[in-house]
């Protein structure tokens, strides 16, 4: 890290607080948040100059330093592979997410608690258009409701019956389980499904259910959003049981419609992800939290005797004193503060592979945000994960209008494996600018030969690529000792739910007995809540 | 708004109720005092307005508006005539915003959508149809199935000149958006129907349209099969698909290329010769221009046309002419030949026919026939077959079916391949078996000889009446129709119902054939226009309640309708037209069963001064009979000269009644299966 010249730190006072937080990603952000609102004395800190940490939205030149520094500590961001091509310009006007692909659902208690807080009156969003699936090396849409399931062209007319009584299952299902029935028939004609299914794997449900293989991958990779090949049995490395899928099924369905505005299940924050943190940090300093960037912690001190944590030492020089600390997962934690507890051990893959494309054209048209889910198998034979991919557009303010951003992400174990996917599912989407001059002589060829070739081609011409990258973030898992918590990297999934319910974790362990931002904390602001939450 | 359960009206606050409707009663008061003295002052209308804001309900708050609307426009351009159009402008939106909110209290007010046409139907000004149709938005976005609101667009779009097909569009909008819509579905057959007519633009190949519709309407009910908006559209193409645009005949009687025999009895007894045209749909224009005659003896002046329909109507299914003193041309040796030619419906229809004495007379007795009582239990008879031959009803229906009935035929048997495949993962959908017996009957209908499908069908009627019971009378009456036109399919399958009546001893012009279709569970009549030759019918031991459609069945002798369920003698109307029935058998029937019948005003009657009080009726009233309670059964009996009537068994039978019966038919000799005096 270049030298700063001390003099230029501002000194900080108190110099003792009941927490100190020394990160300002998405995690960390909420348990300063939480601990403000209750009532503690918060110091959060960072050390770059700007807001987010690894849940941040950086302008193109800033992501690319960002991701490929050597000094982001060991390795976080590894294997990144740029395109030749020059950046896009004008290069800041691209916001890139660290935390892309990633989503909200309408329901989710993200959104819950965006609403709670107050967080909402700092950020608006926007609604994803359509939702695709790469099938049979094409983009259909997914049937994810009775009315898109009328609509759609690709399914059969046997499958459009077969799905919809699927749904129709699942519905029942849901409403009994909420209006709280116990009975296993429901009565007045609704049906739940028995206990036995719940907790089997829902893709042999969803085979009990007769859906043929297409539907299935619908369902399991496009709509209950998994990331493994569950068709594996028992090598499959997270199995979905029908319970999980049937929960997320529901997140899903009460999403849609939950805000008038919003079109489908999901809805994408305007300037990008980074503001989320960002948002929970002004409820925090409307509570008294302190903020100061640019300001890294150099050292953590620790009490002789006990050798406990008793405070850390900034990099301006300055001590200040704390009971508890919440650290980036960047932070080399010393050895001396071990040995730590993870939150949720699992055997999760240690990477995720990364890629950032930028076009000047839709995928689909008259459709700008767009989720893409590439089911295992679909890209490559021994493909095992998902690829999820989303496209983003200038309505969300993170491009120029007319320009697209598409990130993309599976789980990897190996991370060269990881970044062919990512490769193999651009190639599928977009023509690589490298290759025009090829492509113009192959059309001229056609042009002689036959009339009806180049139309037909035309109607297939995919997005062309103006910039793209890929690389591989390591997956690290929060953790936690008496006074010292790690915060969690973004997760492969897309969204924040395992983000937040570590979180709480979290915060349930340093405060226990504490309320995690109890439902009036933002009781001034309640009345507009609704509006406010709700994309425009 | 729909399939939500309503819920219960707040209870509200005793006070404000009572409040509420004092203030309610002295608005009313009031606008009653303005509108019987016709003040319209701006201060009057503004009651009106409070009113109708608090309830629209109120249609002579809405008419006296209308009034007021008039009569302050009237005042306008006698006065002033520069300020003419600023003027009407601000009533009109005045108006219109008042209706507006009373819209808001109540979408479904008839009296304020029927205000807001009345407005904009005067043609005052240039509507504001951007207005008009953001207001549409708004109403469909609320409830998409408004009924109200689809209408209020219908006026909109044809006051604005909106083309059919922009506003196909929007049905298919609606429809994208949530098919489970009647309204946007029907709108969209009122509209494809138009374009179809009109052969617009993109709307000349009409199979290929319907195909299209054929297309989106599976997407419907394979996505929801429990959805019943998709259905109905369904078997609007369903109509479109099997049933013919043009109406043509599908038979005659006589029937082309007929040699009718003529006992010399019939021609003693009878005047009148029936001629008789069935078609496919109502027609109406059967007269002296359209039907031409060509025959030495008679010409078309001989015979006038009547329809004959159980109401009034100028147009009908079955047309009957009468050939006066036809016996008067049939001695000669080479009998009476007749051609007639009929011109009406696009295309011309010939029939010959020719009309004999017959040589193997009846040894009959002499007299008037019917000195024994006629007996019902005919022996099946091996011979039947001859006759028959002669008589081929079945030949215009064969015929027809060579229009090139290719694309209707494929699309019907592709329909009903997808839904054998559908009602065979979804057994306990009867829209899917609804769906697929309907097909399977148009696809019978069609095809010639189309017989293949009739087993299949009454199987599907019979699952249906167990799975859908609250709807077992329509499926018992569908039913009924398939039966009769299995039996009536063909010469063969007719032959199994036909016996030959042995015993009696009137004057027939065929061989005395009885058609027999009794204890067959039938509960409507149809087909009759392959029975037109019967003069013998069976009926007993059904379930009848109505005889809709004997009316056809001119030469009908003998007719038995005994243990049915006929309850009321109205419910006999349509045999009031036979004039050659001498036997009719009533009973065990349910006449006078139920005490009010619902039917009675859909008769002729003297209380709707649709028939005159007769000489009978007068002379009954003097002996006492209350007539008010009979007139039915008086004007049925008056119509008819029966010879042998049963009446057994029914409730309404007592002695008064006998007599009554036996001073309306003088000619009567059988009552009940006694001789009359």
């Given at each position: 890290m270049a030298e700063i010249p001390t003099s230029d730190y501002p000194t900080i006072d108190p110099t003792s607080f009941d927490l100190i937080v020394s990160s300002t990603g998405l995690s960390a952000s909420l348990l300063a948040a939480a601990a403000s609102v209750a009532g503690k004395s918060v110091l959060h800190l960072d050390s770059n100059p700007f807001y987010g940490s690894h849940f941040s939205s950086l302008p193109l030149p800033s992501f690319l330093s960002y991701i490929s520094s050597p000094s982001s500590p060991p390795n976080l961001y590894s294997d990144v592979e740029a395109s030749s091509q020059s950046l896009p310009e004008p290069s800041r006007s691209y916001l890139v997410d660290l935390v892309g692909p990633r989503l909200l659902y309408c329901s989710d208690e993200t959104v819950d608690l965006l609403l709670r807080s107050g967080a909402s009156h700092h950020v608006e969003f926007k609604s994803v258009d359509s939702s695709l699936v790469y099938w049979d090396g094409k983009l259909c849409s997914v049937p994810d409701s009775r009315q898109a399931i009328f609509k759609d062209k690709s399914l059969g007319l046997t499958e459009k019956s077969q799905m919809m009584k699927f749904f129709k299952l699942v519905q029942s299902h849901i409403s009994l389980t909420r209006s709280g029935t116990t009975t296993e028939s429901g009565e007045e004609g609704g049906v739940m499904i028995p206990e036995e299914d719940l907790e089997m794997p829902f893709v042999e449900f969803l085979k009990k259910q007769r859906l043929p293989p297409k539907i299935r991958a619908l369902v399991l990779y496009a709509i209950a959003m998994a990331d493994y090949e569950q068709d594996n049995g028992d090598s499959c490395k997270i199995v979905v049981s029908t319970r999980e899928g049937i929960e997320t099924i529901s997140l899903y369905t009460s999403s849609i419609g939950r805000f008038a505005n919003a079109v489908g299940a999901f809805i994408y924050p305007m300037y990008g992800h980074g503001e989320l943190p960002q948002a929970f940090c002004r409820c925090a300093a409307v509570k008294g939290a302190l903020y100061v960037l640019r300001m890294p912690v150099i050292d953590i001190l620790t009490d002789k005797e006990s050798n406990k944590y008793i405070g850390v030492r900034l990099a301006s020089g300055q001590e200040i004193f704390s009971s508890k600390l919440v650290l980036d997962p960047s932070y080399q934690i010393p050895a001396s503060l071990s040995p730590r507890e993870t939150v949720v051990s699992s055997n999760l893959s240690s990477y995720v592979a990364k890629g950032v494309c930028i076009t000047d054209r839709s995928l689909e048209p008259n459709s700008a945000n767009i989720l893409l889910v590439f089911p295992p198998k679909s890209l490559h034979q021994e493909q095992s994960t998902a690829v999820r991919a989303l496209q983003i557009s200038g309505n969300v303010a993170v491009c120029p209008s007319g320009f697209f951003i598409v990130h993309l992400s599976t789980p990897c174990e190996d991370a060269a494996l990881g970044k062919e996917y990512i490769n193999s599912a651009m190639k599928a989407l977009f023509n690589s600018r490298e290759l025009p001059a090829e492509s113009v002589q192959a059309q001229t060829k056609e042009e002689g030969e036959s009339v009806e070739a180049p139309t037909q081609e035309e109607g297939e011409t995919k997005p062309t690529l103006l910039w793209s990258c890929a690389f591989v973030q390591e997956l690290r898992e929060a953790s936690y000792d008496g006074a010292v918590s790690i915060c969690p990297m973004p997760d492969a999934n897309l969204d924040f739910r395992n983000i937040l319910s570590t979180t709480r974790k979290l915060f349930q362990n340093m405060y226990p007995g504490e309320e995690f931002i109890p439902q009036n904390s933002a009781a001034d602001n309640i009345d507009d809540d609704a509006d406010e939450g709700s994309p425009e | 708004m729909h399939g939500r359960p309503r819920k219960a009206t707040k209870q509200e606050d005793p006070a404000a109720a009572a409040a509420k409707s004092a203030r309610l009663r002295e608005l009313q008061s009031q606008l009653l005092h303005f509108h019987h003295n016709r003040i319209y002052t701006k201060e009057a209308v503004s009651v009106s307005s409070k009113l109708l804001e608090i309830n629209p309900e109120i249609y002579t708050g809405w008419n006296y508006r209308k009034l007021a609307f008039q009569h302050n426009l009237k005042e306008v351009s006698d006065t002033d005539t520069d300020t003419d159009t600023e003027t009407i402008k601000s009533a009109i939106e005045d108006e219109l915003r008042m209706v507006e909110v009373a819209l808001r209290r109540n979408p479904k007010s008839y009296g304020a959508w029927y205000h807001r046409k009345w407005i904009l139907g005067q043609k005052l000004v240039l509507a504001n149809f951007d207005h008009e149709f953001r207001l549409l938005d708004m109403l469909l976005k609320a409830d998409a199935r408004n009924f109200h609101g689809w209408n209020y667009r219908r006026f909109i779009a044809r006051l604005k000149d909106v083309s059919e097909e922009e506003e196909l569009k929007f049905t298919m909008d609606m429809i994208n958006t949530n098919f489970s819509n009647y309204s946007a579905w029907h709108n969209r057959s009122m509209l494809l129907s138009k374009l179809l007519r009109k052969k617009a633009k993109g709307f000349h190949e009409e199979e290929s349209i319907l195909s299209d519709e054929f297309e989106l309407v599976r997407q419907a009910l394979f996505t929801d099969p429990s959805d019943q908006s998709g259905w109905f559209y369904h078997l609007w193409l369903l109509d479109q698909t099997s049933t013919p645009h043009k109406p043509h005949l599908v038979s005659s009687w006589p029937s082309d290329k007929l040699n009718i025999e003529i006992s010399a009895q019939f021609k003693e007894k009878c005047e009148r010769f029936p001629i008789i045209f069935c078609f496919n749909q109502q027609v109406d224009g059967v007269n002296l221009a359209t039907v031409t005659i060509n025959s030495k003896l008679v010409s078309s002046e001989h015979i006038t046309w009547k329809p004959l329909s159980a109401n009034n109507s100028r147009k009908s299914k079955i047309w009957v002419g009468f050939l006066e003193n036809f016996n008067k041309y049939c001695d000669n040796s080479e009998g009476l030949s007749v051609e007639i030619s009929v011109h009406c419906c696009e295309s011309i229809v010939h029939s010959e026919f020719v009309m004999k004495l017959s040589h193997m007379d009846h040894q009959g007795k002499n007299g008037d026939g019917f000195e024994e009582l006629f007996l019902w239990d005919c022996p099946k008879s091996q011979e039947i077959n001859p006759y028959l031959v002669s008589y081929d009803p079945w030949r215009l229906r064969v015929e027809r079916v060579e229009e090139d009935a290719k694309w209707h035929l494929d699309t019907l048997s592709a329909e009903i391949a997808l839904f054998k495949e559908m009602s065979e993962c979804d057994e306990d959908s009867k829209f899917v078996k609804l769906t697929l017996t309907r097909l399977l009957g148009a696809h019978n209908s069609i095809k010639s000889g189309g017989s293949a499908y009739f087993e299949e069908i009454l199987k599907l009627y019979d699952d249906l009446i167990k799975l859908d019971a609250p709807?077992?009378?329509?499926?018992?009456?569908?039913?009924?129709?398939?039966?009769?036109?299995?039996?009536?399919?063909?010469?063969?399958?007719?032959?199994?119902?036909?016996?030959?009546?042995?015993?009696?001893?009137?004057?027939?012009?065929?061989?005395?054939?009885?058609?027999?279709?009794?204890?067959?569970?039938?509960?409507?009549?149809?087909?009759?226009?392959?029975?037109?030759?019967?003069?013998?019918?069976?009926?007993?031991?059904?379930?009848?309640?109505?005889?809709?459609?004997?009316?056809?069945?001119?030469?009908?002798?003998?007719?038995?309708?005994?243990?049915?369920?006929?309850?009321?003698?109205?419910?006999?109307?349509?045999?009031?037209?036979?004039?050659?029935?001498?036997?009719?058998?009533?009973?065990?029937?349910?006449?006078?069963?139920?005490?009010?019948?619902?039917?009675?005003?859909?008769?002729?009657?003297?209380?709707?001064?649709?028939?005159?009080?007769?000489?009978?009726?007068?002379?009954?009233?003097?002996?006492?009979?209350?007539?008010?309670?009979?007139?039915?059964?008086?004007?049925?009996?008056?119509?008819?000269?029966?010879?042998?009537?049963?009446?057994?068994?029914?409730?309404?039978?007592?002695?008064?009644?006998?007599?009554?019966?036996?001073?309306?038919?003088?000619?009567?000799?059988?009552?009940?299966?006694?001789?009359?005096?």
């Open positions: - | 709807h077992y009378r329509y499926y018992r009456d569908e039913r009924s129709l398939v039966l009769l036109d299995q039996m009536t399919s063909s010469k063969d399958s007719l032959v199994e119902y036909c016996s030959r009546c042995e015993n009696s001893s009137f004057s027939c012009i065929n061989p005395q054939l009885c058609i027999n279709f009794s204890g067959l569970n039938l509960t409507r009549i149809g087909f009759v226009e392959r029975l037109l030759w019967v003069q013998i019918l069976d009926l007993s031991h059904n379930n009848l309640t109505s005889l809709l459609g004997l009316e056809a069945l001119q030469l009908l002798v003998c007719l038995n309708l005994s243990h049915n369920q006929i309850m009321s003698f109205t419910a006999l109307e349509p045999i009031k037209s036979l004039q050659s029935l001498k036997v009719l058998d009533l009973s065990f029937n349910e006449i006078g069963s139920h005490p009010v019948d619902t039917t009675r005003y859909l008769c002729s009657s003297p209380l709707s001064h649709s028939c005159n009080v007769t000489e009978t009726m007068e002379e009954l009233a003097r002996e006492n009979i209350k007539i008010g309670d009979f007139w039915e059964a008086i004007l049925l009996f008056e119509s008819l000269q029966l010879a042998q009537l049963d009446m057994q068994g029914n409730p309404v039978t007592n002695e008064r009644f006998r007599v009554l019966v036996e001073k309306v038919i003088p000619c009567l000799k059988w009552l009940d299966g006694k001789p009359v005096r």
